[in-house]
């Protein structure tokens, strides 16, 4: 059993580390692409979405 839980975070440590390459990919594509608006768009939601998250761990 205590071998599932370690597969399972691994799994789950793997897929987080994907994630982030994935938004760095995304980063990097946008300063190619100089889409400046929507970059700005983009930090605006993670603005939000860290202020619910904040929100959300004080409940």
Avoid: T
């Avoid at 982030?20 to 939000?48: H, M, P, T, Y």
Wanted: charged content about 35%.
């Amino acid at each position: 059993m205590a071998g599932r839980g370690l597969s399972d975070n691994r799994s789950f440590n793997r897929r987080i580390d994907s994630l982030a390459r994935e938004c760095e990919s995304v980063r990097r594509l946008l300063d190619q692409a100089d889409l400046s608006i929507i970059r700005e768009g983009l930090e605006s939601l993670k603005s939000s979405l860290d202020a619910i998250e904040k929100k959300l761990s004080g409940l």
